[in-house]
């Protein structure tokens, strides 16, 4: 795997390489994050999208954007009217940490993501017992994998945000059946970001037969850059332009045109 997310993907891959890997008991599945981004769901925003706000204090490609409290980064992203919340805990190149999610979990009652490189089970139960509603599976990173990490979440409780970035990983992830499907406009291993990313694989997807849940992710900043997705995706995931803005709950109103 080349560039950045081969780096981080190693390293996440050595933090867990000695975790156990039970999951534990079956626990029910509420669907918590799911239902906050099904059509409708958002109900009064302008463009009825519903917004995935994202605690992220590091990327690879900003270095530091802001320090954030979790905790009251969440609760003004709810202020500003998202629907849920992303909660980085990858600690080397996103600031991340199980101590953001959990303070996130506590501070808000929207569902919560858990956004990591999930490489191995033990992540997944650490996002169930950390309080989390769903959790990311990148299909860049657990390929072939894919359908054994869903029948994890699943038996877990937890929602799966299963993330592709192209026509191949579109095809792997549409063939295991996911719930939610996100598609990442920032190419992982350049982290260079193309909006036209998400239009193109949604209608592809639209047009394969899937009827579940869509979520464009990154590189949006603006209620002009979120046209581009209307009428095409169901949620939209954003961090940078959120985080650093200094106004947390501010700048969730004025993407959402409020
Ligand atoms: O900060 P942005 O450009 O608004 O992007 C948010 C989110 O999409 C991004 O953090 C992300 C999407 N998929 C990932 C996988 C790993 C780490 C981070 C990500």
Not at 57 to 85: F, K, M, V
Not at 109 to 117: A, G, I, Q, S, T
């Amino acid at each position: 795997m080349p560039g950045v997310l081969g780096r981080i993907v190693t390293e996440r891959a050595a933090d867990y390489r000695d975790a156990d890997p039970h999951l534990g008991p079956a626990r029910p599945a509420h669907r918590r994050f799911e239902a906050a981004l099904r059509p409708g769901a958002a109900g009064s925003t302008v463009e009825t999208l519903a917004l995935i706000a994202e605690v992220k204090q590091a990327s690879p490609s900003q270095g530091a954007i802001a320090a954030l409290d979790p905790a009251q980064a969440a609760r003004a992203y709810a202020e500003g009217g998202a629907s849920a919340i992303s909660c980085l805990t990858e600690p080397r190149h996103f600031g991340g940490s199980p101590e953001a999610l959990r303070a996130v979990v506590a501070a808000t009652e929207l569902p919560v993501l858990r956004k990591d490189f999930v490489v191995h089970p033990a992540m997944l139960r650490e996002a169930a017992e950390w309080g989390a509603s769903a959790a990311l599976l990148m299909v860049s990173v657990v390929g072939e994998r894919l359908p054994e990490f869903l029948d994890m979440a699943e038996h877990l409780g937890l929602d799966a945000l299963v993330e592709v970035h192209d026509e191949r990983e579109l095809d792997m992830a549409l063939a295991a059946g996911p719930r939610i499907l996100g598609i990442n406009n920032r190419d992982l291993t350049t982290l260079h970001i193309d909006l036209a990313v998400s239009p193109r694989l949604m209608a592809h997807a639209r047009a394969a037969g899937f009827g579940g849940v869509l979520v464009a992710e990154s590189g949006y900043r603006t209620p002009a850059d979120l046209r581009g997705v209307s009428g095409l995706a169901d949620a939209v995931l954003v961090g940078t332009s959120l985080a650093g803005s200094g106004d947390l709950a501010g700048a969730t109103r004025a993407l959402l045109g409020r």
